[in-house]
């Protein structure tokens, strides 16, 4: 089950609220590993949407548990998220996830630094859970998926990416990057990205801004850039042109007070500042000062609207529907394995049970008790080949589960665990599962 929010569904004000850093991820999971209806999950936090994955043993407990910690992180009532909080289920959970791997549901479609932060929270999931569990499993699918989607279309250039959507807006207010002043603010993945694609326009500099030296130089070093420390911002915005900036830092990084200073230096040239992080590191009243104009992902992700190459777009939703039924299909058959293994068991116990009368009715030399008892396990065996191989084959296809219910009934069978308890819908809000509680 995933409950989340996304840029689809919420402001960017409540996805702000709602971001996990590291620390508040491990902590939320652990909160609700230690519920009686979560049994595994991980938290997928990026620039456009805050997700809880989780397996389940009960989808309306899980929905109230998983909600609540969502509600808990933003600071508001469940019941006031309304349907900006979304839940998804069973298999329509599973294509989420998938079209999240491949990037087509992120704001700049076909983006593949989403693969990245899903790396991210399978490493989390191993340092907190171990591996092995039935979400390593479905996020080692999910990277699959969206490795395919990459390889096997033009999904790259499907959709511009944020960097992309930052430099046109940038070129329409400073007419080029070439010869300009860039300050990159932040030293991750994302600018990286912002640094190196703006290095190859030509500016006149690029200087890295970080709170971790180390890393600013690092960068800085890759690309024949400038490293600084964030208390020189006030200095090195004065001297921009052009301010990307996306670090993990809660609160503004760049408030109203530090840009209006640096515009009060160089009252003809405009600033250009993009705003790449959530939360947002740009208070977003500078975009009220003479002079400046700020864009952020609310920004960016109207700019990407309706981007993209139709071709391409259906073959990555091809993939993820090959890909979801092959999954489907995996579970289908590793639901019916108990099945298989009660009936040879029973088998067994059955040829084991009648072995022993035969013993205390007849007096078997050792070599003919030997051979009847393999005629008789080969007789069952036999006799169970072709149902359990059918049983096993039937439940891949969509429905197969019947199958193996069918064999339960028939042979009185007891399988530990079984179907999931109670009706779910696929999808929805969190508002409308919760309203069904009893």
Do not use: W
Request: charged share 20%; glycine share 10%.
């Amino acid at each position: 089950m995933v409950v989340g929010l996304s840029h689809r569904t919420a402001g960017l004000e409540v996805l702000e609220r709602a971001a996990f850093d590291a620390a508040s991820a491990a902590a939320a999971v652990a909160e609700l590993t230690a519920s009686a209806h979560v049994d595994e999950a991980f938290v997928l936090s990026t620039c456009n949407r805050v997700e809880l994955y989780c397996e389940v043993n009960r989808f309306h407990g899980g929905v109230a548990d998983v909600g609540d910690a969502l509600a808990r992180r933003i600071g508001v009532p469940l019941e006031d998220l309304g349907e900006q909080l979304y839940v998804h289920y069973d298999d329509a959970g599973v294509e989420h996830l998938f079209r999240v791997a491949c990037g087509l549901d992120s704001m700049a479609v076909g983006e593949s630094q989403i693969l990245g932060q899903l790396r991210g929270a399978l490493h989390d999931l191993h340092r907190t859970d171990g591996s092995g569990g039935e979400l390593d499993r479905l996020l080692q699918a999910a990277l699959r998926v969206g490795k395919r989607a990459h390889a096997e279309t033009g999904l790259d250039a499907a959709g511009a990416s944020l960097v992309d959507a930052a430099v046109a807006r940038a070129e329409g207010v400073l007419g080029g990057v070439e010869g300009r002043n860039v300050l990159v603010v932040g030293a991750g993945a994302m600018s990286a990205l912002v640094a190196t694609t703006l290095s190859r326009l030509n500016p006149a500099q690029v200087v890295v801004a970080n709170r971790t030296p180390e890393r600013a130089q690092r960068l800085a070093a890759a690309i024949g850039g400038r490293a600084v420390g964030l208390d020189t911002l006030r200095a090195e915005v004065a001297d921009a042109d052009l301010v990307l900036s996306c670090t993990g830092a809660v609160g503004h990084v760049l408030d109203v007070a530090v840009v209006a200073s640096a515009l009060l230096t160089r009252p003809q040239r405009p600033l250009f500042l993009a705003d790449l992080a959530l939360p947002r590191d740009v208070d977003p009243d500078v975009a009220t000062l003479p002079g400046a104009h700020l864009v952020d992902l609310e920004g960016l992700g109207q700019d990407l609207a309706g981007t993209g190459v139709a071709s391409d777009l259906r073959a990555v939703r091809g993939i993820v529907a090959e890909e979801l039924a092959a999954h489907a299909a995996q579970l289908r058959a590793a639901d019916v394995a108990p099945t298989v293994v009660a009936l040879r068991t029973q088998a067994r116990h059955v040829v084991e049970t009648e072995m022993r009368r035969l013993d205390q009715r007849a007096d078997l030399s050792p070599q003919v008790r030997a051979e009847v008892d393999r005629t008789v396990h080969r007789i069952v065996e036999k006799l169970l080949h072709t149902p359990t191989v059918r049983v096993k084959e039937l439940a891949e296809a969509p429905g197969g589960v019947g199958y193996a219910a069918a064999l339960r009934a028939l042979f009185d069978l007891e399988v530990a665990g079984g179907a999931r308890v109670g009706e779910a819908p696929l999808s929805g809000t969190v508002a409308d599962a919760v309203g069904r509680l009893p």
